[in-house]
């Protein structure tokens, strides 16, 4: 286990979670693909924290980023929610009325 | 490290990477789903060999037990189950894949190529640790935490509550009268 093993598998992760949201319609999938990426940065911080410094700063900021995922999760969830008992569907195509 | 560590070590990067690589290219998604948990544990397993263990512990609670129940929470209301089609149409799959596989390519090629001034990582126990600078060098991003998540609770309850109809506005105008 090297530092740059971790970097590489920190890439994988936030390619894979890139393409899902490049690709996918259906806006809990984007969700999953934005958790993929957050996981993906998380594996980084933790990583140059364990190899390069001696303090826990880059295991603090990873504890903040998954409570932002949390929150993140949950208003997405009631906005998909939201989006569902408006328009019938959650695909990102479908919310466009703020076209001009 | 060397020896048993190096198996789990390639164990848990296997399930991470391939687990989200079917998240990225399963059409049903339910079974994305249940993919991401699989990744999820994988990076909870990441975690353990790089010393830290409160975030391994904090990973398998929050995510596996919360934000993916909340997932499939919104998989299963935001898809019509009577139609028994949880589909998961796609687009632009060629071009997305090119970007990704040349960001892949660039990342990877920095990450080998870069010296970092790597130390020897030693395994200390983090919880007490995370917990004493949590409330003392980090204790303004805990409180702007706390406030965070209180706005997202009262945001998504406010959100997701049904409709306010006409017996509600009537009831204001009684009010106001």
């Known amino acids: 286990m090297t530092l740059d093993k971790l970097l590489i598998i920190a890439a994988a992760l936030f390619c894979c979670g890139l393409y899902t949201v490049m690709t996918r319609r259906n806006a809990v999938a984007v969700l999953m693909g934005v958790e993929l990426i957050l996981n993906a940065t998380n594996i980084n911080f933790v990583a140059f924290s364990f190899f390069l410094s001696r303090v826990m700063g880059g295991q603090i900021f990873a504890v903040f980023v998954i409570v932002l995922a949390a929150a993140e999760a949950a208003v997405a969830l009631a906005i998909f929610l939201r989006m569902f008992s408006t328009t019938g569907t959650v695909e990102v195509d479908t919310a466009d009325q703020l076209k001009g | 490290m060397s020896g048993p560590a190096d198996y789990v070590f390639y164990a848990a990067a296997a399930m991470t990477v391939g687990a989200a690589i079917l998240v990225a290219i399963l059409p049903n998604i339910l079974y994305a789903a249940v993919a991401l948990l699989f990744s999820f544990a994988g990076v909870a397993g990441l975690y353990v060999l790089l010393s830290a263990d409160f975030l391994a512990a904090t ?35 060629l071009p997305a894949a090119a970007i990704c596989l040349v960001l892949f390519g660039v990342l990877s090629y920095v990450a080998v190529s870069t010296p970092f001034a790597v130390k020897k990582g030693v395994y200390l126990p983090s919880t007490a640790d995370i917990g004493e600078l949590l409330m003392t060098r980090y204790l303004l991003p805990f409180e702007v935490a706390s406030v965070l998540l209180l706005a997202a609770l009262i945001g998504a309850a406010l959100l997701s509550r049904p409709d306010r109809g006409a017996p509600e506005k009537g009831d204001m105008e009684e009010g106001k009268g």
Do not use: C, E, M, W
Request: net charge positive; no cysteine.
């Open chain 2, 59 to 93: 990973q398998v609670l929050v995510y596996v037990g919360g934000i993916l129940v909340l997932l499939l929470f919104a998989v299963f209301l935001s898809n019509r189950i009577a139609d028994a089609k949880i589909t998961n149409p796609t687009h632009f799959r």
